[in-house]
């Protein structure tokens, strides 16, 4: 183990060595993390019951508001305190395998960094836990689109077909906005494997550590005019969306839209995002 993966007890979110992955338990013993319950009147701590919290969202209701309109809200995902953490770890840059000023590569103004691995227990928990019910929706929009439904129930069988390809290096990310700062629209493609879904968790409080900034989609029709989603988000809130098609139910059956995904300049502040993609990156 290098210095740079030493555990920073407190946050939760780098003792990698110290806590479970995918799959582990979701009550976990972290050093000054605490490892019970919430007492009376206190709020329960950062990062419990996290894939429990995802295993029992309304999926069926998201799978129905992607189906509709190609991206799915989930307010307060994630607590007040846990969004902090998150955001306060984009400083250690010891968490994190590359850093991207955007600026430098024409992709907008702004910076995000990827998680290295193994990644944070609470990062690994999210992508684990998300990824099933996410599968069951990507299968069939794969059948729908009249692409062989190709995606494994578990991530971890997925994330093996992507190593196995050369994809080994992971793409979770934390990315930063200050005044001024965009993402021009785009796709995460990172490979031959792709994982058609991904997702997003504001980490900010629009209106109060923010202002402008808005998450934006665009949906490209053959043969007729783009579409805009601008998505209102609080901070805790996850966003879900394609990324980079989905299929559209239409008068002569089903057809395929390509899809971008980017952030309006900030006005004012500074905005943090976490962002899930389940293929890793060649
Ligand atoms: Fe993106």
Redesign the pocket.
């Known amino acids: 183990m290098s210095a740079g993966h030493l555990p920073h007890p407190g946050d939760g979110l780098s003792a990698p060595q110290a806590v479970a992955g995918i799959g582990g338990a979701d009550r976990e013993s972290v050093p000054g993390f605490g490892s019970g319950g919430p007492r009376d009147g206190e709020p329960a701590p950062a990062w419990s019951g996290l894939s429990g919290r995802c295993a029992a969202l309304d999926w069926a209701a998201i799978a129905a508001e992607l189906d509709d309109f190609g991206c799915a809200t989930v307010p307060g995902l994630l607590s007040a305190e846990e969004c902090q953490r998150l955001a306060a770890a984009y400083a250690k840059s010891e968490l994190f395998r590359s850093r991207v000023v955007m600026e430098r590569h024409g992709f907008g103004k702004g910076e995000y960094q990827y998680f290295a691995h193994p990644l944070p227990s609470p990062i690994a928990r999210l992508r684990g836990a998300l990824y099933p019910p996410l599968a069951a929706i990507a299968n069939r929009w794969y059948e729908a689109m009249g692409l062989e439904p190709r995606f494994p129930p578990g991530h971890a069988e997925f994330i093996a077909r992507c190593h196995a390809a050369g994809q080994s290096r992971p793409t979770p990310l934390l990315l930063r906005y200050r005044a001024g700062d965009y993402n021009c629209l785009?796709q995460?493609l990172y490979g031959e494997h792709v994982f058609p879904l991904q997702a997003a968790v504001l980490l900010s409080a629009p209106g109060e550590d923010y202002t402008g900034g808005e998450f934006v989609l665009t949906e490209q029709r053959p043969r007729m005019q783009s579409r805009a989603e601008v998505v209102p988000l609080g901070r805790g809130d996850m966003v879900v969306f394609p990324v980079f098609h989905r299929p559209v139910n239409g008068a002569r059956g089903v057809y395929r839209v390509n899809m971008r995904?980017g952030v309006s300049r900030l006005r004012s502040g500074s905005r943090h995002t976490l962002?899930i993609i389940f293929h890793d990156a060649s």
């Open positions: 785009h995460d995904h962002g």
